[in-house]
Structures are given as C-alpha cells and as structure tokens.
Nanobody, 126 residues
C-alpha cells in the first residue's frame, strides 16, 4: 500500500526555519516524482515545489524560490522540504504527493498526483 506521512510542521516566528519530511512506504521514491503543495484557510491549494527524483530535477514556485529547498534521501525513502526565511504568508497545511515518474520536470498541478499524505500544519507568526 502506497503511503505518505508528513511531519515537521509547527509554529515558528517570521524569519525562522522548519524542515518538513515526507516519509514514503509501499514504493521506492527513486522511481517517483514528489511534490509539495500547501493550502491556507479560504484559499486554493497551491504548488510549492516538486522534484523528479530519478534525475534530481526540482522546481520551485516564485513565492518560495530562494527560501525553500526540496531534497530526497533515497536510502531512507524520505523527501524533505527545507523552509528558511519563513513569512506569515507561508502559513498553511503542507501536503506531499507522489506519482510514478521517469525523468524530466515533474508535474506541478495537484490533479496529476494520485498519492497524498495527510498534511502537516505550518504556522508562521510572532
């Protein structure tokens, strides 16, 4: 059974950092693309970052470029989202999603992913 479990969310002050984890089971992340999405109250879900793990090609939304970094630890079947210089507008529930992938820029839209985690809350506030 394919399963994704996010962790690492919490409350952080503006300018702070968090590292989210997406632990995968039931499949090998090396053969997949993993994406991070977020959804703030009253807003639509938006793509934050995605990575094609077979060829390590990553994409970042303009709103997080230069602040967030996505990476994979294939040995531990886990993907990370390092979030630095956090802003109040980064507050949202963050989800990771997965789909089988071979190479090239990973899909950026949520309807292209068929496996999802339960989400982890990130709150940026002073």
């Amino acid at each position: 059974e394919v399963q994704l479990v996010e962790s690492g969310g919490g409350l952080v002050r503006p300018g702070g950092s968090l590292r989210l984890s997406c632990a995968a089971s039931g499949f090998t992340v090396e053969d997949y693309a993993i994406a991070w999405f977020r959804q703030a109250p009253g807003k639509e879900r938006e793509g934050v970052s995605c990575i094609s793990i077979p060829d390590d090609v990553a994409y970042y939304a303009d709103s997080v470029k230069g602040r967030f970094t996505v990476s994979s630890d294939n040995a531990n079947n886990t993907v990370y989202l390092q979030m630095n210089s956090l802003k109040p507008e980064d507050t949202a529930v963050y989800y990771c999603a997965a789909r089988r992938w071979h190479y090239g820029l990973a899909p950026r839209t949520s309807n292209e992913y068929d496996n999802w985690g339960q989400g982890t809350q990130v709150t940026v506030s002073s």
